[in-house]
């Protein structure tokens, strides 16, 4: 038998190769803070309008909570968070019985690298859990907060990205890191706590640069989670220089924050490109909730606390914690050169649901019917029509469904909304009393999809202190609900 030519054997060994999936995830980063979407003049994004360019922009893109635990939960495992009891903060961890898309592929042959931000594991908020979990002796008051509990770090450390299928792990948000490998790219024996001085969003761009250089043989999939814009505000003088001129100070660091984040795409791309892995590719990039505005108030960078993180939702309506398109309608880029038709703006609702079984479909494993989202390949390579579905939430006192044309929004108090998402500015006002046969079918679909969730039905009681905040004094303002 004739030896096979070496370019030959090398060009069929890359027709072989599963592609690498890459998703950024960033954190309470607003719609308008993309500069492919045209709204801001402020926002410098460059490296993401070229991924965008190259690719699909989703205008519609949605994540599947306005906070950022069970938005993760939902993106990592492909499921509505609502059914594995997942709604909000309080209501984690992550169980371990749950499969996530890392544990997905790396049983099918894939490097998997988790950096940044998990926030997955138990916490102070999951006082339930912990309470039904964690021997009582073990459990101690959070200082000046009776309603949160001090959960061991053993405990949480159960629960870390390692026990959910990721082989190389970077995790942390500030400066310390629980790491299996260091930024130079050597393993580290079992697991270790480092402390990393630099500014952390090139922290998280060096783990996954030094990530993809571990593994540029290996198809592989690497989820990395900035930790921006996100409080604390930190930026350094050459990100704020680029933002000169009169602003609100907070914005200027969140511009600069941003603008470190898209450095940090650029230079991963650069590395794709290096090791010729560019079109070998999928890379999404989601954030995990819209921007939290707070009353935009700008207070001193150096206050640590919840505050407005300087990004904008622009033009929607609403913040991080609502289920307003401000709060889940955010920035989605989808890229593969030579798979996804380049220069495509679409504005068909897609989820954050949709990356695992796009994921899966990319590596060649069969449709895995408990996901919840699609394969979103078919249509961005202009194969397949977009097909008519309903996307559902519920969150706190708040329940939503967009189907089609419409979406309709129901507080636990009895407020019940209608919008026409074909208008300019869709939650400017309720037109349920015009569409009253819409509100109806809309209604009835929420109320099935709830049944099958943990635990079951639509939220009930009163709102909470920052709902009542939000709808009607600071967001829909005017817009009359049905009662």
């Known amino acids: 038998m004739a030896a096979v030519p070496p370019m030959a054997a090398a060009a069929e060994a890359a027709a072989e190769r599963k592609p690498n999936v890459i998703v950024v995830f960033t954190d309470d980063q607003g719609w308008a803070d993309l500069g492919a979407h045209g709204v801001r003049d402020d926002v410098k994004t460059p490296h993401l309008d070229a991924l965008a360019a190259g690719g699909a922009l989703m205008r519609a893109g949605y994540i599947t909570a306005p906070q950022c635990s069970p938005s993760r939960a939902g993106l990592i495992t492909g499921r509505y968070q609502e059914k594995l009891g997942f709604d909000n903060i309080s209501k984690g961890p992550l169980l371990l019985e749950e499969v996530t898309l890392a544990e997905r592929l790396r049983d099918a042959g894939y490097a998997t690298g988790m950096i940044g931000k998990w926030h997955l594991e138990p916490n102070a908020a999951t006082t339930e859990w912990s309470r039904a979990n964690v021997p009582a002796d073990q459990l101690k008051p959070v200082p000046n907060n009776k309603h949160f509990l001090q959960v061991p770090p053993a405990v949480q450390m159960e629960f870390f990205p390692e026990h959910q299928g990721f082989t190389d792990i970077f995790k942390g948000e500030l400066d310390t890191y629980w790491v299996n490998y260091g ?104 954030s995990d909730n819209g921007a939290p505005l707070l009353g935009k108030e700008d207070l001193p960078i150096s206050f640590r606390g919840g505050a407005w993180d300087g990004s904008l939702n622009d033009p929607w309506a609403g913040e991080k914690g609502m289920l307003t398109e401000g709060g889940i309608r955010v920035p989605y880029i989808v890229s593969w050169p030579g798979r996804v038709r380049p220069g495509q703006v679409i504005d068909e609702p897609v989820i954050a649901l949709d990356v695992a079984p796009t994921a899966l479909a990319a590596a060649g494993e069969p449709p895995v019917e408990l996901l919840d989202g699609i394969d979103l390949l078919p249509h961005l390579a202009g194969d397949a029509a977009w097909p008519e579905r309903p996307l559902y939430w519920r969150f706190w006192g708040q329940a939503a469904v967009r189907d089609r044309d419409h979406k309709f929004l129901r507080l636990s108090d009895g407020r019940r909304y209608l919008f026409d998402m074909n208008a300019d500015d869709p939650e400017s006002a309720s037109v349920h009393a015009e569409h009253p046969e819409v509100l109806e079918r809309l209604e009835a679909q929420l109320s099935s999809w709830t049944r099958g969730l943990q635990p079951a039905g639509l939220p009930g009681g009163a709102l909470n202190v920052q709902e009542r905040e939000w709808f009607g004094e600071r967001h829909l303002v005017g817009v009359e609900p049905l009662r």
Do not use: C, S
Not at 199 to 219: G, K, L, M, S, V
């Open 183 to 286: 930024l130079d790219g050597e393993p580290i024996a079992d697991f270790a706590w480092q402390t990393h001085g630099g500014y952390r969003i090139d922290t998280q761009t060096a783990a996954a640069e030094a990530f993809i250089e571990r593994h540029p043989d290996d198809p592989f999939f690497l989820y990395l989670n900035y930790y921006a814009p996100h409080v604390p505000m930190e930026a350094t003088p050459a990100y704020l220089e680029r933002f000169p001129g009169e602003m609100a100070e907070r914005r200027r660091y969140g511009l600069a924050m941003m603008a470190a984040v898209d450095d940090g795409v650029g230079r991963i791309v650069e590395t794709l490109d290096r090791h010729g892995l560019r079109e070998d590719t999928l890379i999404f990039y989601i």
